[in-house]
């Protein structure tokens, strides 16, 4: 199994651009998780979902943040418009199961806003 | 909620050496304890959990225990390398939240 696959890698964009990461989970996987890791803040849960529906999204910043999972196999952050606060490491994941199972993360994808 | 809280937030060993890296979480109901292993600029990766039905798990030179009553778990690495050198997190489950991290770092 290639295990989750996220993209882009980096990301670097001026303040006020939309941003889209993308996710594919491990193929089977019932439960989608994105997270943020920060130095100040460490990895922190934004939203995560199940069988495509979103379970919690109470991590989720505020409203410039939005998920989308209009299939088993992607999903979607999206940050518009983007400030440099944002700037982190995004980190996708997956499980078989909810967070008692264990969780398959992706590569990340460093985002960089100016 | 949840919280997790992780000591130490580094920690510096020699080549050889033992490391242990302490977890406390507030929530009773969490019976899922999962850590995780981040190498630098890499991805996070399970190394080895325990659930609340059990008190010890080995696997080679990792261990973890866990102690519901005290509602504390920690992660042993013996036989330190410099490979193991990387940022540790531990987490606990009744929703899954992750401690600040540990920085292990072993000198040769």
């Known amino acids: 199994d290639a295990g989750v696959i996220q993209s882009p890698r980096h990301e670097v964009t001026e303040m006020g651009q939309e941003v889209t990461l993308r996710c594919k989970p491990i193929?089977?996987?019932?439960?989608l998780f994105w997270y943020r890791q920060t130095m100040m803040r460490g990895l922190e849960l934004l939203i995560y979902?199940?069988?495509?529906?979103?379970?919690?999204d109470s991590g989720m910043p505020e409203d410039r943040f939005s998920a989308k999972m209009p299939n088993a196999s992607f999903s979607t952050l999206k940050i518009q418009p983007s400030e440099p606060r944002d700037s982190a490491v995004y980190f996708c994941?997956?499980?078989?199961?909810?967070?008692?199972?264990?969780?398959?993360f992706g590569d990340g994808t460093r985002l960089s806003i100016l | 909620g949840e919280n997790v809280e992780q000591h130490p937030s580094t920690l510096s060993v020699q080549e050889g050496d033992s490391a242990v890296i302490k977890c406390t979480y507030s929530?009773?109901?969490?019976?899922?304890f999962p850590w995780y292993k981040q190498e630098l600029g890499k991805r996070p990766q399970l190394i080895i959990d325990?659930?609340?039905?059990?008190g010890e798990k080995k696997d080679q030179r990792i261990a973890v225990t866990l102690n519901k009553t005290a509602k504390h778990f920690s992660l042993h690495i013996t036989e330190t390398q410099p490979e193991d050198s990387a940022v540790y997190f531990c987490?606990?489950?009744?929703?899954?939240?992750f401690g600040k991290g540990t920085m292990l770092l072993v000198s040769p």
């Open positions: 994941a997956s499980s078989l199961g909810q967070g008692n199972q264990p969780q398959h």
């Open positions: 193929s089977g996987h019932d439960y």
């Open positions: 979902f199940n069988n495509n529906v979103p379970i919690d």
């Open positions: 929530d009773s109901a969490s019976n899922y």
């Open positions: 325990i659930r609340s039905n059990v």
């Open positions: 987490a606990a489950y009744s929703t899954l939240t």
